[in-house]
């Protein structure tokens, strides 16, 4: 039995692991994108996954690993992220995902998206079918895993863009329309692939970044690496 740990890039994954363990490797190569190799993490059972940047690639390449290793038991998704709101979601600080949203399904018109105008679910889920959001549960991966919840992380609802939002403008519409707290490019298809697999799932992720700005100023992606490697060593110290 399995636990896949995701990462998008390398360079994120080399953090989880050196959260792990100081080093930055474990008991295999570090794996790059679309590769993934199984390795003990504190004594559970788990395959380190990392995926390529953004949507499709997260999608094909969890698929991959699912395909190819039956024993997978749930999915936890690590990463940075941009924050919508730096009073409740500092740069640094870590978002658990409450709900996956992905705001570029549907039908697109002069008001935005509308998921549902193109009358086609993506999938059934036990509350009905799943048009551009999935509501979560992480609290049963990290039960069913014994995994700690993270101290201080906040919850909330998490944007899976393929073109980050590179203006106030945009930023400031997706948080009318979805009121998320962070945006991230891979979370809502690990999210999908789970729900369809009935597979528990988890993303936690740190903050790089402020949603909509460009400004050196707004980003703290070193920070928010080693603050992931923090977080990830203190999600698995529970016995």
Same mark, same amino acid.
């Given at each position: ?14 953090? $989880? ?11 295999? =190569? ?10 003990? $993490? ?5 395959? @380190?996954? $990392? ?13 991959? =690993?699912?395909?190819? !290793? ?5 999915? @936890? ?18 978002? %658990? ?10 039908? =697109? ?18 509350? &009905? ?16 895993? !014994? ?9 909330? $609802? ?19 329309? !979805? ?17 369809? !697999? ?22 703290? %992606? ?5 603050? %992931? &490697?923090? %977080? =990830?060593?203190?999600?698995? @110290?529970?016995?």
């Amino acid at each position: 039995m399995s636990l896949v740990i995701a990462t998008a890039t390398t360079r994120e994954m080399k953090a $989880v692991l050196t959260g792990f363990n100081g080093r930055g490797r474990v008991g295999c =190569a570090l794996p790059g994108p679309g590769e993934a190799c199984p390795s003990p $993490v504190n004594g559970r059972n788990c395959l @380190l996954l $990392v995926t390529g940047v953004g949507p499709v690639n997260a999608a094909l390449s969890l698929g991959r =690993a699912l395909g190819a !290793h039956r024993s997978v038991r749930g999915v @936890l998704n690590l990463g940075v992220a941009g924050t919508f709101d730096v009073l409740r979601a500092p740069l640094g600080s870590a978002v %658990l995902a409450s709900a996956e949203v992905w705001p570029e399904y549907g039908l =697109a018109g002069d008001d935005g998206v509308d998921p549902q105008g193109i009358a086609f679910p993506q999938a059934e889920g036990p509350a &009905g079918p799943v048009w551009d959001r999935i509501d979560l549960a992480p609290e049963v991966l990290l039960e069913q895993w !014994h995994l700690a919840m993270p101290t201080g992380a906040r919850s909330g $609802v998490a944007l899976t863009v393929a073109g980050v939002s590179g203006t106030p403008a945009r930023a400031q519409a997706m948080c009318r329309r !979805h009121a998320p707290l962070m945006e991230n490019m891979e979370g809502f298809s690990p999210a999908l692939a789970c729900l369809r !697999h009935n597979l528990p799932f988890a993303e936690v992720r740190t903050m790089s970044n402020i949603v909509g700005s460009r400004a050196a100023e707004d980003w703290a %992606l070193e920070g928010a690496l080693d603050a %992931l &490697g923090a %977080l =990830a060593r203190e999600l698995f @110290l529970t016995d």
